[in-house]
């Protein structure tokens, strides 16, 4: 048997609890496919999207629900060894993936040499909506699990004041109609690393040229600085990943002095009748 009926059986059988039960879950709990949808899924080379594709596959080989299929990858400027790992992955997965370029990497390190990762993000997923929307699509599916979602609450709290989730589903602003979807919401990065080894795989981290200059320089990536946190907490609170990610669904706005909702701000004197005087120190 190939390394793709492999990969593929496991999901379902030896990582039926840690994967499988928590993909569907998520895609169950919060309505990700549908009957009519057309799902771009969208590969990055990385292990997340790699098992999100094959995720994908086998939810559609299985589910009452029907839905289409595209998987999509864009070159924003892959050394030719990256992407030529991203081929020979996807045919070993058996993914039949389209590739198409832009100058993303370029662009973005030229506008924000110093640091360009928000930029490419943003810059990357205008290119995939548009993508998916000229294949027929009305969704995007992205690789985002578990970690990413607390990581992300821990960011916004610690270096940009402010507390703000990563959701599950997000209507594009952008592009009308399109819809960004993230199936593996409930999954944890330590089981898509485990799924990966058990199989031999061997995929691409971030492939970028300023990735590839500091990646020795941990205090440059705040989400490796974030791991190592949540990594120390747990020495003394096992289960500190599951509270961050369970105190989204526990937030009590009227303990806050101020909450935005919808693009509006609301401070807590509203309800005494009274007005914002001015902003915090």
Not at 7 to 31: L, Q
Not at 65 to 71: A, G, P, S, Y
Not at 245 to 269: K, Q
């Amino acid at each position: 048997m190939g390394t793709a009926f492999e990969a593929e059986r496991s999901i379902i059988t030896t990582y039926r609890k840690r994967i499988w039960g928590r993909f569907v879950r998520g895609v169950k709990e919060f309505s990700m496919a549908n009957d009519g949808d057309k799902i771009a899924v969208c590969i990055s080379g990385g292990k997340d999207s790699m098992l999100l594709a094959k995720c994908m596959q086998e939810l559609q080989r299985h589910s009452l629900t029907k839905f289409d299929l595209e998987f999509i990858c864009m070159d924003p400027g892959y050394a030719p060894a990256n992407r030529a790992k991203i081929e020979e992955n996807a045919q070993l997965l058996e993914i039949p993936v389209k590739i198409f370029t832009s100058d993303v990497f370029a662009v973005s390190e030229k506008l924000r040499a110093d640091k360009p990762c928000y930029l490419c993000a943003r810059m990357r997923r205008g290119f995939l909506y548009e993508r998916a929307a000229e294949l027929g699509c009305n969704k995007i599916a992205l690789g985002h699990h578990f970690d990413d979602v607390i990581e992300t609450l821990l960011m916004g709290i610690i270096y940009a004041a402010q507390i703000g989730g990563m959701l599950p589903r997000l209507k594009s602003t952008s592009h009308p109609g399109m819809e960004l979807i993230r199936p593996l919401y409930y999954v944890h990065e330590k089981d898509i690393i485990t799924w990966s080894n058990r199989h031999n795989l061997q995929f691409l981290d971030c492939a970028c040229r300023f990735s590839a200059r500091v990646k020795d320089d941990d205090s440059l990536s705040k989400r490796k600085e974030m791991k190592k946190l949540i990594e120390s907490l747990r020495e003394g609170y096992p289960n500190v990943d599951i509270n961050i990610f369970r105190s989204m669904y526990n937030v009590h706005a009227d303990t806050l002095i101020s909450h935005d909702f919808m693009g509006v701000e609301h401070y807590f004197t509203e309800r005494y009748g009274e007005k914002k005087d001015e902003d915090p120190v």
